[in-house]
């Protein structure tokens, strides 16, 4: 699986939109680009993954470049309850495999009021 | 609810003094899979289980054994737990089929062995 290159920290005001970045230059053509995150000590929870087209759900939207070296979460409204280190893990998907996820260091986020 | 449990959520034993976490999804999933997470190391996988009696080891296997009897268990077996075992360890179970792969965890147990 590709190694991903995070910002360890970023701060976000409550209310705007957090747009946290990820560095995946090694990825190669099946590789999907997932994002978890984990609040406190509480397990990883996922929010959203794609290939290479952009996606949105309820969580957030992906945004992931034509050449799909970088990509970018973006939590619309955040607000304090998005508080949380943000994974951003490259990955085979689909079936076989393990789903075996490898977690770097993340992106801490802090919401303030 | 889909959902991921483990238990204890804390736990303090002593050094040799065997242990189980337990773990149980109720998703029907094939994959299940354990972690640990210590400060400065991340994440990191002990055993995974693609289904039912098989098991194989992940990254940091020793000193661990997992058992999958049945597909919705995967019980965590600390045989002799030494204090570098301390640590929060987290659960997690996922499809074998479909796109959405997706991996589920559960809420973490943190051990703490003295």
């Known amino acids: 699986d590709a190694k991903t290159t995070q910002p360890p920290s970023m701060d976000c005001a409550e209310g705007r939109a957090a747009n946290l970045p990820c560095n995946h230059s090694?990825?190669?053509?099946?590789?999907?680009v997932y994002w978890y995150r984990q609040i406190h000590s509480q397990g990883p929870q996922y929010i959203i993954h794609?290939?290479?087209n952009n996606e949105t759900n309820e969580m957030a939207s992906l945004i992931i470049t034509e050449d799909r070296k970088s990509s970018t979460l973006i939590l619309p409204h955040a607000t304090l309850r998005d508080t949380a280190v943000y994974y951003c893990?490259?990955?085979?998907?689909?079936?076989?495999?393990?789903?075996?996820?490898?977690f770097g260091a993340g992106t801490r986020l802090a919401v303030h009021p | 609810e889909a959902q991921v449990t483990q238990n204890p959520r804390y736990l303090i034993t002593v050094t040799g003094k065997k242990l189980t976490v337990t773990c149980s999804q109720n998703?029907?999933?094939?994959?299940m899979s354990w972690y640990r997470q210590d400060p400065g190391l991340g994440l990191r996988q002990i055993y995974y289980?693609?289904?039912?009696?098989?098991?194989d080891k992940g990254d940091v296997p020793e000193g661990y054994k997992v058992s999958r009897k049945e597909k919705r268990n995967f019980p965590l077996i600390l045989e002799s737990p030494s204090p570098n075992q301390t640590s929060l360890y987290f659960c997690?179970?996922?499809?074998?089929?479909?796109?959405?792969?997706?991996?589920?965890f559960g809420q973490g147990t943190r051990l703490t062995v003295v």
């Open positions: 998703m029907n999933h094939e994959y």
């Open positions: 997690a179970s996922s499809s074998r089929t479909g796109r959405n792969t997706e991996a589920f």
């Open positions: 794609g290939l290479k």
């Open positions: 893990i490259v990955r085979s998907s689909g079936t076989g495999g393990y789903n075996k996820l490898i």
């Open positions: 289980s693609m289904n039912v009696e098989v098991t």
């Open positions: 090694t990825i190669s053509g099946n590789e999907y």
